[in-house]
């Protein structure tokens, strides 16, 4: 069975600086999903930003940008010039591409702090 | 602009209660999700549909949860009787099966949150 591992439960970063999450994950698999999610304090589920296994170059979302490295099976998430609003409970996600077993299987979840 | 639909936002009940949430997934997604949040277990799959056929119940507890999809605009998630520990928030979540050219991402609702006195 797939898992996903954020091994950071907590991280703070000064505003306008950079802060990477880290993320791994477990699967026999050649082709799927990750994802990144924010649950800030609203609760709402919001995609960050998404990885399909077979593209190699690594997705990216104005100040989001992924690290993502299949071999070693790693898929972090770099924040740039982090603002306020970006504090928040972070979680990184794995989706399967098989259509009989394709649920999303999170990690669980980093919370960011962002220092004014 | 196209959204998930929760109801209720929160509910407060009593032990032993009937609790039933109701989800609107959005329009031409073939696939729901229900996930649960807790503090001590994170989000937790309860089922999902394909196409309102179930394909996978084995996280929800069989004696009293149930869940359905009566039609395409429709999921519901019933707890019967309720428990103190199933309060949690419960997410309803849509989204396209997998396939090639298809981002695979879900949108999320905006949760239920349940608290079981």
Redesign the interface.
């Known amino acids: 069975a797939q898992t996903v591992t954020q091994s950071q439960p907590e991280m703070s970063v000064q505003e306008a600086e950079t802060v990477t999450l880290s993320c791994t994950y477990d699967t026999s698999e050649s082709d799927y999903y990750l994802f990144w999610y924010k649950q800030p304090p609203s609760r709402q589920m919001i995609l960050v930003i998404r990885q399909e296994a077979y593209k190699q170059q690594n997705a990216t979302e104005n100040r989001f940008s992924v690290n993502f490295q299949k071999a070693a099976k790693s898929f972090s998430l770099k924040i740039s010039d982090s603002q306020l609003g970006d504090a928040a409970m972070y979680f990184c996600a794995y989706r399967s591409t098989d259509f009989r077993d394709d649920k999303i299987i999170f990690g669980k979840g980093t919370r960011l702090h962002i220092l004014p | 602009d196209a959204r998930v639909t929760q109801t209720p936002r929160d509910k407060v009940t009593e032990m032993g209660q009937e609790v039933t949430m109701r989800c609107q997934p959005i329009l031409g997604h073939n ?1 729901v ?1 229900w996930y649960r949040q807790t503090m001590m277990q ?2 937790e ?1 309860l089922a ?1 549909f394909r196409n309102r056929a179930p ?2 119940d084995s996280g929800m507890p069989k004696d009293r949860f149930s869940a359905e999809m009566p039609d395409a605009t429709l999921a519901t998630l019933k707890i019967q009787p309720s428990e103190p520990r199933d309060s949690a ?1 419960y ?1 309803c ?1 849509s989204g396209f ?3 090639r050219g298809n ?6 609702g ?2 239920s ?1 349940l608290t079981v006195l």
């Open positions: 696939t999700f994170g989000l799959l999902y394909l996978d928030v997410f979540a099966g997998p396939s981002t695979g991402e879900l949108f999320f905006e949760g949150r």
